[in-house]
């Protein structure tokens, strides 16, 4: 019985090692690989009670939050979060080591994996309508304009921004098909958030997090809610983030000089280093398409506990 519990603590520990690897490469979903994995309804629920304790807690209501507390599954949420955890501090220097040393495979690699991420998440329309289209075509244009704003990744942002960062990223964490390192790059503080990891700049990661927890208390509820009544709607609104994204993630000409593809906000014909760029861009969004897939067959499966 001992070893059969400790089992399932090990596995649910590997599955948020998954969730995490997922959730720092742009593109990739850690809630789509938790559908994968077949805990996506029991993540979602368990998150669900911990943000009604914390809402206890926040009008003042010690007792029932922590009533409420000793119903959150955490036999499994400690090991999933901490799964999660280790995937981020051993990657995070990989991914930050090869966005300085292949910028331009890097950033193809990511609009691969964007790509792959729109296609997978028309496909997950309920009944597509022309209005679909019009408002991700419509939101698209727009988040390209805006983009292009920007003309780098944020240096030295603010705590604030690390706090901005925790609340958007933390999406990805309930919502299979958003990647939260797409959305830090989108607001330019992917780059940020990795050098605070690697650097251990607690205090930045403290942010981070409190930022995280916050939105994950406040609005795991409200996003649950959209997707129930405004499903389609809401993916349509995400598809078009992801085409504006198109343009921070295009690899030529490197968005900051010679040290990073991925950030370019003035597009430019491919040149130099193309082949190999292209053949990744393609590998990266057919693995988006095939997770996918996977996911679609073990949607209805749920780990036991």
């Given at each position: 019985?001992?070893?059969?519990?400790?089992?399932?603590?090990?596995?649910?520990?590997?599955?948020?090692?998954?969730?995490?690897?997922?959730?720092?490469?742009?593109?990739?979903?850690?809630?789509?690989?938790?559908?994968?994995?077949?805990?996506?309804?029991?993540?979602v629920?368990?998150?669900?009670?911990?943000?009604?304790?914390?809402?206890r807690?926040?009008?003042?209501?010690?007792?029932?939050?922590?009533?409420?507390?000793?119903?959150?599954?955490?036999?499994?949420?400690?090991?999933?979060?901490?799964?999660?955890?280790?995937?981020?501090?051993?990657?995070?220097?990989?991914i930050?080591?090869?966005?300085?040393?292949q910028?331009?495979?890097?950033?193809?690699?990511?609009?691969?994996?964007?790509?792959?991420?729109?296609?997978?998440?028309?496909?997950?329309?309920?009944?597509?309508?022309?209005?679909?289209?019009?408002?991700?075509?419509?939101?698209?244009?727009?988040?390209?304009?805006?983009?292009?704003?920007?003309?780098?990744?944020?240096?030295?942002?603010?705590l604030?921004?690390?706090?901005?960062?925790?609340?958007?990223?933390?999406?990805?964490?309930?919502?299979?098909?958003?990647?939260?390192?797409?959305?830090?790059?989108?607001?330019?503080?992917?780059?940020?958030?990795?050098?605070?990891?690697n650097?251990?700049?607690?205090?930045?990661?403290a942010?981070?997090?409190?930022?995280?927890?916050?939105?994950?208390?406040?609005?795991?509820?409200?996003?649950?809610?959209?997707?129930?009544?405004?499903?389609?709607?809401?993916?349509?609104?995400?598809?078009?983030?992801?085409?504006?994204?198109?343009?921070?993630?295009?690899?030529?000409?490197?968005?900051?000089?010679?040290?990073?593809?991925?950030?370019?906000?003035?597009?430019?014909?491919?040149?130099?280093?193309?082949?190999?760029?292209?053949?990744?861009?393609?590998a990266?969004?057919?693995?988006?398409?095939?997770?996918?897939?996977?996911?679609?067959?073990?949607?209805?499966?749920?780990?036991?506990?």
């Amino acid at each position: 019985m001992l070893g059969a519990r400790l089992g399932g603590v090990i596995g649910v520990a590997l599955r948020g090692f998954l969730m995490g690897s997922a959730d720092v490469v742009p593109g990739v979903s850690g809630g789509t690989v938790a559908l994968v994995t077949g805990i996506y309804q029991r993540l979602v629920t368990a998150i669900s009670t911990g943000s009604r304790a914390l809402g206890r807690f926040a009008r003042g209501d010690v007792r029932a939050g922590l009533v409420m507390l000793r119903d959150v599954d955490w036999l499994f949420l400690v090991p999933l979060v901490a799964g999660a955890a280790a995937a981020v501090l051993t990657l995070a220097r990989v991914i930050e080591t090869l966005l300085l040393d292949q910028p331009i495979r890097m950033a193809a690699v990511f609009l691969g994996l964007i790509i792959g991420t729109i296609g997978v998440a028309w496909r997950i329309l309920r009944a597509p309508e022309p209005r679909h289209a019009v408002v991700a075509g419509a939101l698209g244009v727009i988040a390209f304009a805006l983009f292009g704003l920007q003309s780098a990744a944020a240096t030295s942002p603010p705590l604030l921004a690390y706090f901005v960062a925790g609340a958007l990223a933390i999406c990805a964490f309930i919502l299979p098909g958003v990647s939260g390192s797409f959305l830090l790059l989108s607001i330019g503080m992917y780059q940020s958030v990795l050098g605070a990891v690697n650097d251990r700049s607690l205090l930045a990661v403290a942010v981070f997090a409190a930022g995280a927890t916050l939105s994950l208390a406040v609005f795991s509820r409200v996003l649950e809610r959209l997707l129930e009544g405004h499903h389609d709607i809401l993916t349509a609104a995400l598809i078009g983030l992801m085409i504006g994204s198109v343009r921070i993630l295009w690899p030529w000409p490197n968005g900051l000089g010679d040290e990073n593809g991925v950030g370019a906000t003035v597009l430019g014909a491919p040149q130099g280093d193309v082949v190999i760029p292209v053949i990744l861009a393609i590998a990266a969004a057919v693995l988006v398409v095939g997770v996918s897939r996977l996911a679609e067959r073990r949607a209805m499966v749920h780990v036991p506990t």
